[in-house]
């Protein structure tokens, strides 16, 4: 069984950081894509960003572009997501997930394993 669990989140000012952690169990976790979401209060669960499973190939939300940075390190079977110039708007529990196919990776239906989640808040 594979486990995902998430740390890193808290509350932080408007323009400020945060890094999120993804502990991935199992020994198979450099053979998968991932990647993270988000959901906020009252909405549907969305895309973040994703990452291929040598960390090769990258791909983002419009909104996040530019200010968050997905990253991996296979050796310690962990991903990142590295949040900068953070917005109220990025308020939202932050999901990882693990790809069960390499198409379609901006849907929740690429992913089969999910962490429990850590809550982000940006406070202005």
């Known amino acids: 069984q594979v486990q995902l669990v998430e740390s890193g989140g808290g509350l932080v000012q408007v323009g400020g950081s945060l890094r999120l952690s993804c502990a991935a169990s199992?020994?198979?976790?450099?053979?998968?894509?991932m990647g993270w979401f988000r959901q906020a209060p009252g909405k549907e669960r969305e895309f973040v960003a994703t990452?291929?499973?040598?960390?090769?190939?990258?791909y983002y939300a419009d909104s996040v572009k530019g200010r968050l940075t997905i990253s991996r390190d296979n050796a310690k079977n962990t991903m990142y997501l590295q949040m900068n110039s953070l917005k109220p708007e990025d308020t939202a529990v932050y999901y990882c997930?693990?790809?069960?196919?390499?198409?379609?990776?901006?849907?929740?239906?690429?992913?089969?394993?999910w962490g429990q989640g850590t809550q982000v808040t940006v406070s202005s």
């Open positions: 990452i291929s499973w040598n960390g090769g190939s990258t």
């Open positions: 997930a693990r790809g069960k196919t390499s198409v379609a990776l901006t849907t929740t239906y690429a992913y089969d394993y």
């Open positions: 199992g020994r198979t976790f450099s053979s998968y894509y």
